[in-house]
């Protein structure tokens, strides 16, 4: 194991908290994207947290994964079914032995409900991000290469370095070894220590944008500066993270981006939702519980605004430097996307109260949710309007799936503990 590099603390009650909330926004992941900010969104989510994303749950997956891929190329399948059979069957054992090991409230478990009827296994959630961190060092191998090697004679003489000259293709990082009895005995959902630090490690290693950007990739993600001094994690937001702790100015730069975009934004998809409880009127259909609670988030983000407005208008007209900061890590925003964004932040900067009720207002969301919906566009289409179930998402600002990756950081520190 490599010499750890981690400052931690020990735990509290702001922990337990913090914990309890992450768990909860597990459930409730923003990926709605109504308004078509998802590129932005995306872009910098890749920036900070290289391979995370919001259908990933626990950090132990890292692992847990891996080993079920290996157990896999030991059994040597003679055929896709078989593969797929056998690959299914230990993940369906890894979903007991999690339910096994862990108390009834835990959450973040794949395949709690389903048990082996889940559709979306582990294994298809966390293939990519295992590249990302370096626990795949075969990180441009996909699952279907990687079950072509286990099927064919060549590949398992590769991966078992029987070719007779010494050649051995890895795959997989030096990862702590599977618990005895994997995968068939009781497993916590926590990290022990060693996993713990292992997990910590890869997370430091990571790059911003990822390891597919190019030369830009040499920054270190704001996921490795954190996972160095994980009790940092400890904040509500990514640009709430002490700036001993963000040592690049690339990422500094970023994060000044990210916070007021967020903010601003975060104006432009609740109206879109209040247009949409507009129109529900409008075609006399059944009060939605969330119109309530949508005014109280509109009052609190105009205040917001009104606070932050010498920032915000100091931001608006350097756009383009956003831009041009997400296009150095390979994220381009479409010209129709940024006239939609200009025409908003303006908007919202000059009187964030009048933004929430103009006609122009109106007619901006209106227009781009039928440029990127056509007929299926809420705001214009009754039939789309009724098949919607009254949710009032994107009620929580974007925060670059911050949530996930604290997550993680989290599952790993408490690791750290035991």
């Known amino acids: 194991m490599p010499t750890s590099t981690f400052a931690w603390l020990d735990h509290d009650a702001e922990q337990a908290r913090r914990s309890a909330e992450l768990i909860r926004a597990l459930a409730e992941p923003e990926t709605v994207d109504s308004i078509g900010v998802g590129s932005v969104r995306d872009g910098f989510a890749g920036i900070f947290f290289p391979g995370t994303s919001t259908v990933q749950t626990r950090a132990r997956y890292f692992l847990l994964v891996p080993w079920a891929m290996q157990l896999v190329a030991g059994r040597h399948p003679r055929d896709k079914a078989q593969y797929d059979r056998i690959l299914r069957d230990l993940e369906a054992r890894t979903i007991a032995a999690l339910l096994a090991g862990n108390g009834p409230d835990e959450v973040g478990i794949i395949g709690r409900n389903r048990r082996d009827a889940t559709k979306r296994l582990a294994s298809s959630v966390y293939w990519a991000a295992l590249g990302e961190w370096g626990v795949r060092t075969a990180r441009d191998l996909s699952r279907s290469g990687y079950r072509e090697m286990v099927l064919s004679r060549r590949g398992r003489e590769l991966l078992e370095g029987e070719t007779g000259d010494g050649t051995i293709f890895q795959v997989w990082d030096e990862m702590p070894t599977p618990p005895d009895g994997f995968p068939d005995q009781p497993l916590e959902i926590l990290p022990p220590p060693e996993e713990a630090e292992y997990?910590?490690?890869?997370?430091?290693?990571?790059?911003?944008?990822?390891?597919?950007?190019?030369?830009?990739?040499?920054?270190?993600?704001?996921?490795?500066?954190?996972?160095?001094?994980?009790?940092?994690?400890?904040?509500?937001?990514?640009?709430?993270?002490?700036?001993?702790?963000?040592?690049?100015?690339?990422?500094?730069?970023?994060?000044?981006?990210?916070?007021?975009?967020?903010?601003?934004?975060?104006?432009?998809?609740?109206?879109?939702?209040?247009?949409?409880?507009?129109?529900?009127?409008?075609?006399?259909?059944?009060?939605?519980?969330?119109?309530?609670?949508l005014k109280g988030l509109v009052a609190q983000w105009q205040r917001q605004m009104q606070a932050q407005s010498a920032l915000v208008l100091a931001w608006v007209p350097h756009l383009t430097d956003m831009y041009e900061l997400l296009s150095r890590f390979r994220v381009n925003i479409g010209a129709v996307t940024r006239v939609f964004l200009a025409q908003w932040c303006a908007a919202a900067a000059q009187d964030p109260v009048q933004a929430m009720k103009s006609q122009?207002?109106?007619?901006?969301?209106?227009?781009?949710?039928?440029?990127?919906?056509?007929?299926?566009?809420?705001?214009?289409?009754?039939?789309?309007?009724?098949?919607?179930?009254?949710s009032l998402f994107g009620s929580r600002p974007l925060d670059y799936r911050w949530a996930i990756a604290q997550n993680m950081l989290l599952d790993c520190l408490s690791g750290l503990r035991d």
Not at 222 to 245: G, Q
Not at 255 to 281: E, K, M
Not at 370 to 390: F, H, M, P, Q
Request: aromatic content about 4%; some cysteine; overall charge neutral.
């Open 199 to 293: 997990l910590l490690t890869r997370m430091a290693s990571t790059r911003a944008g990822g390891v597919h950007v190019g030369p830009v990739s040499n920054t270190p993600s704001l996921l490795a500066a954190v996972a160095k001094n994980p009790i940092s994690a400890h904040v509500p937001t990514p640009w709430d993270l002490p700036d001993a702790v963000i040592a690049s100015d690339v990422l500094r730069e970023a994060l000044h981006h990210a916070q007021v975009f967020s903010l601003v934004i975060q104006g432009a998809r609740l109206r879109y939702v209040g247009l949409l409880y507009d129109a529900q009127r409008n075609a006399h259909l059944p009060k939605s519980d969330g119109e309530d609670v």
């Open 360 to 390: 122009q207002t109106t007619n901006l969301i209106t227009n781009r949710e039928c440029t990127l919906k056509t007929t299926n566009a809420r705001l214009v289409s009754e039939s789309a309007l009724r098949a919607w179930d009254g």
